[in-house]
């Protein structure tokens, strides 16, 4: 136990390396991180890629401040532009997901001269007070209230509802994409482009949190790029460097000449930049984004075919994947971790969450499986 305990949480295994979706002990004890440390490492752990360029970086120059030219920096801001839908222009890095949240949230307000932000119940966009006034759980909110205000919840998916809550004062609509640590919820069809059209109407800004859908975890890079539909601000962190702490926005020539002041002092430093370069390198070289649709539809059918009788529901794309069980997903995540050496997340009380590396193989995905089904058999459940 160490003081920090009293914030993380600990969990009685602890890893010395990791290697592709694989972390292993002291005593060199094998798990497969079936979430990738909360989708943090895409390309898998210690990615060679990236720790050559996180290496050379660090020797050579660790850090300058953001307002000189750098070429590590130049590049990762050329790489991250350059994945993003077309439209989407300027980039700012910080880092971490709940300060990219916190830096879309007030660009916003800044570029339309409005204060409303309508977000979404089941929400989750970050714990500072700003991201977190836009997060829906209470239990992360109340103790710290007053957050900042003018946000006004809608529920997530529902059309009407959304149409309702936008209007002439809104400065912007947050959403996920797919819903992470709210339950894996994918909205339906449709449900993104109305957003689109209404935040369009209204001149408020279309923000989308892709802090966990991000870095081609369901297919496409990005996933409003399932859905066709372009932001003004786009949102991201957790697998931008490969597990180096950094976060983005992205955002449409409105919202750049419409902010206000802001900025932080470690944002874009050379060495987050060098590993966020190779690593939208790497996943575009090596079409890990398809691989990750491929390995999600395998993942998704073998799982059906396995437990689809044992939980309520099998959702998500690509390799963000959810499972409502019938009981809670902590005791079953602590199974598999215990007894199957398997990762995986809680998202909520009932719903587990697969985020595996994208670099995952079919041997991989298998082990997964045959994991769950134990897990999840009747018989089991009868003990738990
Ligand atoms: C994790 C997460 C955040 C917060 O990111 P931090 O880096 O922990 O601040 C914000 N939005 C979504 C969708 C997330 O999954």
């Not at 509802?161 to 609509?173: F, G, I, Q, R, Y």
């Not at 995952?360 to 082990?367: V, Y």
Request: hydrophobic share 40%.
């Amino acid at each position: 136990m160490s003081d920090h305990d009293f914030v993380s949480g600990s969990k009685p295994i602890a890893f010395e390396r990791g290697e592709g979706s694989s972390l292993y002990t002291p005593d060199g004890t094998e798990y497969l991180d079936a979430g990738a440390s909360y989708a943090c490492t895409p390309l898998g752990h210690s990615h060679p890629a990236v720790v050559e360029a996180v290496q050379e970086q660090v020797g050579d120059l660790t850090f300058v401040d953001s307002s000189f030219p750098v070429q590590s920096r130049e590049d990762a801001y050329a790489a991250f532009v350059a994945s993003t839908p077309d439209g989407l222009e300027s980039a700012w890095f910080c880092n971490s997901g709940t300060e990219a949240n916190e830096a879309a949230l007030k660009f916003a307000r800044s570029a339309t001269g409005e204060s409303k932000i309508v977000a979404a119940t089941r929400s989750f966009h970050g714990r500072t007070m700003g991201s977190l006034a836009a997060t829906w759980k209470d239990a992360y909110k109340d103790p710290y209230e007053p957050l900042a205000g003018d946000v006004e919840f809608v529920p997530y998916g529902d059309d009407a509802e959304l149409a309702a809550a936008v209007d002439d004062e809104t400065a912007a609509v947050i959403l996920e994409p797919i819903q992470g640590e709210g339950g894996i919820n994918v909205p339906p069809v449709g449900y993104l482009e109305h957003a689109r059209e209404l935040t369009e109407e209204v001149g408020a800004a279309l923000v989308l949190d892709e802090v966990q859908t991000g870095m081609g975890r369901t297919g496409e890079m990005w996933a409003c790029q399932n859905a066709e539909v372009t932001p003004d601000v786009l949102t991201t962190a957790k697998g931008l460097g490969n597990g180096l702490p950094v976060g983005g926005i992205a955002v449409q020539d409105w919202i750049a000449n419409g902010a206000a002041s802001h900025n932080a002092t470690f944002s874009g430093g050379p060495v987050v930049a060098a590993a966020v370069h190779a690593t939208i390198s790497t996943l575009f070289e090596a079409e890990w984004p398809a691989h990750a649709a491929e390995m999600g539809d395998s993942l998704t059918s073998e799982l059906e075919a396995a437990v689809g009788d044992e939980v309520r529901d099998i959702r998500g794309e690509g390799l963000l994947v959810g499972l409502e069980l019938k009981r809670g997903a902590n005791r079953v995540a602590r199974d598999l971790a215990m007894n199957h050496q398997v990762l995986a997340l809680p998202a909520g009380r009932t719903v587990l969450r697969l985020l595996p590396p994208l670099v995952i193989d079919e041997t991989e995905t298998d082990e997964i499986v045959s994991a769950l089904s134990t897990v999840l058999a009747p018989a089991a459940a009868a003990d738990s």
